[in-house]
């Protein structure tokens, strides 16, 4: 079911869609980085308003569907195996491992514990000096500024029990494997406002130069997305290829001060395995050593955090814009939300959970 003519400015939302249509002349490619772009895309039928020739594929903007199996193995092993207070957000409860999720691991006896920001964790440790409180710190660019400042938080009150595993990653390191892949199919983006509210926008124009992609900064309302589409097939079809800031009323090109020199003082970049992608160089963030204390890879001696491998689930293609969730042989079948193979079936903005949520076992209408 298809909620356009539901959404308030549905007449502005089908005007931009004609605009589209008359600028069009032959076929284009185009990637949306967030999960929550892509889960208003399949809500509203927004590509279903598109002409035939433009193509719509999702981006690996969905931080749970990116965190890689060994680190949620790692995760498990700090409940069951070192019994600490794991803190998580609640959607990663049921991203399988190479092993369990960490919802089986609570049923087998660990302390695991839904939050829902890194300072609830924070709270938890506070309530708990004889217990070690692991927060498990993923997200993009965008929750990066909130775990670090638990992490200065937990440094100024003499909290010595709470540290955090990180799987932060960064955008713009994705981009670019996407535009550098033998199987590359994505000629534009739209790239996420949230990120570029917090880091600005500096990252992308190397980018768009060096892969000649448009890349168009937007927001996440129907008309939000509509119009970054509009703008990044405008600079197509002219052989242009920039960086558009389409959504300024929350986006500066600085960014947010404040946020990045909190990411800067507690992180630095590292190489980071994306599930079912695999390395990206430098595209994650760990805690920087004049923070180690807080760092759950230093503070417990954890297991490799290596994937052993996507099996039947094939998120890493998705993710990358190669296929949609309905090419998938599992989907609908034997991959549905109670009983998922991989993350972008559990997660709140996965494409997989979209396509199920408002298109059914089919993945289409």
Known sequence: MKYVDEYRDAALVHKLAAAIDRITTRPWTIMEICGGQTHAIVK??????????ITLVHGPGCPVCVTSAGLIDQAVELALEYGAILCSF???????????DLLT????????????????ALAIARENPGKQVVFFAVGFETTAPANGMAVLQAEHTGVKNFSILTSQVLVPPAMRAILGAADNRVEGFLAAGHVC??????????????????????????????GGIYLCVKQLEEGRAEVENAYARA?????NFHARRIV?????ITDRDWRGIGVIPQSGLS????????????RFTLKSAAD????????????????????????GTRCQPEHPLGAPMVSSEGACAAYFRYRGRGGCQ
């Open 44 to 53: 509203f039928g927004l590509d279903e308003l598109l002409p035939e020739n």
């Open 90 to 100: 609640g959607d990663m409860l049921r991203v399988p491992g190479n092993t369990i």
């Open 105 to 120: 691991a609570k049923a087998r006896g660990g302390d695991v514990r839904v939050v829902y920001s890194p300072l609830d």
């Open 197 to 226: 509210t917090i880091m600005g926008t500096a990252d992308y124009g190397p980018i768009a130069r060096e892969y000649n992609a448009p890349i168009i900064i937007t927001g996440f309302e129907p008309v939000d997305i509509l």
């Open 251 to 255: 986006v500066r090109d600085e960014g």
């Open 264 to 268: 800067e003082q507690v992180f630095e």
């Open 287 to 298: 805690v920087r050593k004049s923070h180690a204390a807080y760092d759950a890879n230093l």
């Open 308 to 331: 052993t491998g996507a099996g039947e689930c094939i998120s890493g293609e998705i993710m990358r814009g190669v296929k949609k969730p309905h090419d998938c042989t599992a989907f």
